[in-house]
Nanobody, 116 residues
């Protein structure tokens, strides 16, 4: 059974940093794309970042490009999201996801709150 567990969320002041981690289990994910989405209160879930199965290619939403960095450790089935220069508008529940073609599996999410 596939399971994704996020960690690293919390409360931080604007301009601060957080590093989210996601532990994937249940199979080997070296052939899967891994990514992060987020959902703010009253808004739809939106794409944040993704990383190819090899880790060579990364993609970012315009709103986070230059501030967030996604990375993965396929030997540990882990994906990370380093978030710098955080803004109040980054406040959301952040979800880890993996898939091949489409994102098939999702974690439960971790709350990130950025105070102004």
């Amino acid at each position: 059974q596939v399971q994704l567990v996020e960690s690293g969320g919390g409360l931080v002041q604007a301009g601060g940093s957080l590093r989210l981690s996601c532990a994937a289990s249940g199979r080997t994910f070296s052939s899967y794309v891994m990514g992060w989405f987020r959902q703010a209160p009253g808004k739809e879930r939106e794409f944040v970042a993704s990383i190819s199965k090899t880790g060579v290619n990364t993609y970012y939403a315009d709103s986070v490009r230059g501030r967030f960095t996604i990375s993965r450790d396929s030997t540990k089935n882990m994906v990370y999201l380093q978030m710098n220069s955080l803004k109040p508008e980054d406040t959301a529940v952040y979800y880890c996801t993996v898939g091949r073609g489409v994102f098939d599996y999702w974690g439960q999410g971790t709350q990130v709150t950025v105070s102004s």
